[in-house]
């Protein structure tokens, strides 16, 4: 959506790490998420972040949050074949009764 | 299989057709979203339900969209009339209130012919 933006490709070689970035407009995000869809499926939440942190690890997933730029990354470690797929980040707000804005995905692309 | 489970996963229909769409939720799920995915984008808001109220419809569905959710458990997105311009992947979650986990279905992808 028009509110969450992403950039639409990015290309990474088989166990490098990847970095995808995300900015967003409304300040009163409180959950901001990232969900992976691989092709013909539907979207796997993959983590997500609560506005009062400004990072999470899990496994080989590390979110960052800036919140005073209104950024979020997500990077992916020792990037694999099996993580080729669109990565979608998304936000909600109480002041949007908790509804997800998505940004249109950005496609990344594992290079052996 | 304890996840959001849509049916039908594809549908193929003629263009003034009726087509119906179920998701059943994670059980306890008090909240059911619909969204609807185009190639491409990323999915946009339909409507979404706390139990068996219809909080809220986008401006999206027009009224030839209708979605019921009769006793707070599965829910129903039909589409009366439908055009080309309705084909599209149609995606089911629900989540637990406000907690923030919001978990998707695989979707129904609808082509009208």
């Known amino acids: 959506g028009e509110d969450v933006e992403q950039s639409l490709f990015l290309s990474v070689r088989e166990g490098d790490s990847s970095v995808i970035n995300c900015t967003y407009t409304d300040s009163s995000s409180t959950y901001l998420y990232w969900y992976k869809q691989e092709p013909g499926a539907g979207l796997q939440l993959l983590t997500y972040?609560?506005?009062?942190?400004d990072m999470k690890q899990d496994q080989r997933l590390t979110v960052l949050l800036n919140k005073k730029d209104k950024h979020l990354s997500l990077r992916i470690a020792d990037t694999q074949t099996g993580d080729s797929a669109i990565y979608f980040c998304a936000e909600t707000s109480m002041s949007n009764d908790y509804k997800l804005s998505f940004g249109a995905g950005t496609t990344v692309t594992v290079r052996a | 299989d304890t996840g959001v489970s849509q049916n039908p996963r594809h549908k193929i229909t003629k263009r003034g057709q009726n087509v119906t769409f179920r998701c059943d939720p994670i059980s306890e799920h008090n909240r059911l979203y619909w969204y609807r995915q185009t190639l491409g984008q990323g999915p946009e808001f339909l409507t979404y339900f706390q139990n068996e109220a219809q909080l809220e419809k986008s401006r999206l569905l027009s009224d030839r969209f209708s979605a019921e959710r009769p006793k707070g458990s599965f829910s129903t997105l039909e589409i009366q009339r439908t055009e080309q311009g309705d084909s599209a992947m149609y995606l089911c979650a629900s989540s637990a209130g406000t907690s923030g986990e919001l978990f998707f279905g695989e979707g129904s992808r609808l082509t009208v012919l």
């Open positions: 972040i609560f506005s009062n942190m």
